[in-house]
């Protein structure tokens, strides 16, 4: 490629509205430009980029027996597959299979490193006859795609989310956050993290004793007023999810100084629609908003059963003689104990953790870790509705897993990291062109050895045969970052050759033209 026919202009200076060093220099580097805030253009030399990281990911998945499949653009893959299964899997013999795919996705809000709006995702699909096999596979699907990260000099922390696991590259402009422990190495997303619940210290039961918390709209009031901290109150609080057009009130009961997260409650619920229950719903359930506990309801004993849908995080056995409402206005109930004066539904985690509390392994403070998640995968918890003939001729259900690679999020990762004051410095997996070669001087010999080196490196290089200073052209190769620059001029062919220099490398040699393929091939 020449440099006189490529399209794109590098720039001086990085753009105002560049989020991250990295994204400024793809935009210098004419690789990508803006179109709207969080939409960008890939220019040809990004292109190249872009194609390499797909092809790098899609050899990984070939590898370890994956099928490209082309799904149309408005039907998502979990859809697509419900039409492709029962067409193309029927006995056992059809299993396992790996099906993968790219995919453009939109966000709102921002994604990633570069606040997306749009990105492009490598989605794969795990279909096999035993949950166990699947989630081994989708494991090992992402430590493959995780190596070939590394490779391209990225350190990725691993970490477990709801239904299965993530790679986190940690970055301060990252989309996501995950809980580490320093001290035994237990990581995963912040909403999936747990942590331990300390033991309260031994102590009698109270009675339980209607007090007046007049004027006190918040948890954080009434302890104060009562006079105990917010952990030794109960916090109510309220969602609402729909199903069949009928809605149904769930009470969330939890220690007062910690918060409800809603994935886990959406996980533990089986239900993707959550929302704020109104007062009127809540006074439906014989509640009473801003002063309600499970104290005193009639509490269904199982999901299905009757009365009011309670789920108990597990703090409420965390301490005792709590403060909590007292399904009365202007009144609180001190010495509630569980499960002495109410019940639960459920008794399960659904608080969210967060930075200071104790890991759940070692009891040593997590840390909270800023950052992108590049990798994931996670399983169909619900059998079905998918089935296949096992070898006796008994249907069963396949076992379906996912994972996803973000693409353009992989390129942002690499180019936040391999960079310097200079440019970017692409790894070869990513590299648009593998030499960036400049040409000074106009020459015969200077022409023909330039030739030469687009001959013998055919499909390779980026010739930079501008009419342009030396310092412009050195300044463009480090800019655009490719990992190996050639310098051919009137001084090198009269040193013996090619002027070769690493782009992470300050050494300059120079090599006989014959030999630069072989040289190449070595140094990178």
């Given amino acids: 490629m020449l440099a006189t ?24 580097a004419a690789m990508l430009t803006p179109i709207e805030p969080g939409r960008y253009a890939w220019l040809p030399l990004g292109t190249r980029v872009l194609e390499k ?31 492709l299964l029962p067409r193309h899997v029927a006995s ?5 299979r790996l099906l993968y795919g790219s995919r453009r996705l939109t966000a709102d809000p921002p994604w990633g490193l570069w606040r997306w709006r749009e990105r492009e995702v490598l989605w794969v699909a795990v279909l096999h006859t035993d949950p166990d096999a699947r989630n081994a596979l989708c494991r090992r699907i992402v430590e493959a795609l995780g190596e070939t990260f590394a490779r391209a000099g990225l ?12 790679l986190l590259f940690p970055h301060p402009s990252g989309e996501a956050e995950a809980l580490h422990c320093a001290g035994c190495g237990y990581t995963a997303l912040a909403e999936a993290a747990r942590f331990s619940l300390l033991p309260a210290e031994p ?14 709209p918040t948890i954080a009031d009434v302890a104060a007023y009562v006079g105990v901290p917010t952990a030794r109150t109960l916090k109510a609080v309220f969602y609402a999810t729909e199903s069949e057009g009928k809605s149904e009130v769930v009470f969330v009961v939890i220690r007062g100084d910690l918060e409800v997260n809603e994935a886990k409650l959406r996980r533990l619920l089986g239900s993707s629609d ?3 229950a109104t007062e009127g719903e809540i006074r439906a359930i014989g509640a009473v908003p801003g002063y309600a506990s499970p104290v005193g309801l009639r509490v269904r004993p199982t999901r299905d059963g009757e009365g009011a849908l309670v789920v108990g995080d597990l703090s409420v056995r965390a301490g005792a003689n709590f403060v909590a409402g007292a399904n009365r206005e202007g009144y609180h109930l001190t010495g509630v104990n569980y499960p002495r004066d ?52 008994a249907l069963r259900p396949v076992a379906v897993g996912w994972c996803r690679a973000e693409l353009e999020g992989w390129i942002a990762a690499v180019a936040e990291t391999r960079r310097d004051e200079f440019g970017l410095a692409w790894p070869s997996d990513l590299a648009p062109f593998d030499v960036h070669l400049v040409v000074l001087g106009k020459e015969e010999p200077v022409r023909e050895a330039a030739e ?49 220099k690493a782009r992470a490398e300050k050494e300059r040699r120079v090599v006989p033209l014959p030999a630069l393929p072989d040289f190449l091939n070595l140094a990178t």
Avoid at 155 to 166: F, K, M, R, S, V
Avoid at 359 to 388: I, K, M, N, Q
């Fill in 155 to 166: 350190d990725l922390l691993p970490a477990e989310t709801l239904d299965g696991a993530a």
């Fill in 342 to 393: 109410f019940s639960v539904t459920f008794l399960e985690d659904v608080a969210q953790a967060r930075a200071g509390l104790p890991c759940p392994h070692c009891g040593a403070p997590l840390e909270s870790v800023p950052g992108t998640v590049l990798v994931s995968w996670w399983a169909d918890r619900a059998p079905g509705p998918h089935f296949y003939a096992d070898s006796e001729g």
């Fill in 203 to 216: 102590e009698p039961l109270e009675d339980v004793r209607p007090v007046p918390t007049p004027d006190c």
């Fill in 92 to 96: 056992h013999r059809d299993l396992p």
């Fill in 452 to 500: 030469e080196v687009c001959r013998l490196l055919a499909g390779r290089v980026l010739c930079d045969d501008r009419d342009e200073s030396a310092g412009v052209k050195f300044a463009d190769a480090d800019l655009i970052g490719c990992p190996v620059r050639l310098t051919v001029s009137r001084r090198s062919l009269e040193a013996g050759g090619v002027e070769v």
């Fill in 274 to 276: 959550l929302r704020p």
């Fill in 53 to 83: 990281a797909r092809a790098r990911l899609s050899a990984v998945l070939e590898a370890l027996g994956g099928q490209a499949v082309s799904l149309p653009v408005s039907t998502p893959e979990e859809r697509a597959l419900q039409v």
């Fill in 5 to 28: 026919h490529l399209f794109g202009r590098t720039l001086r200076d990085p753009p105002a509205d560049a989020v991250t060093p990295g994204l400024g220099l793809m935009v210098r």
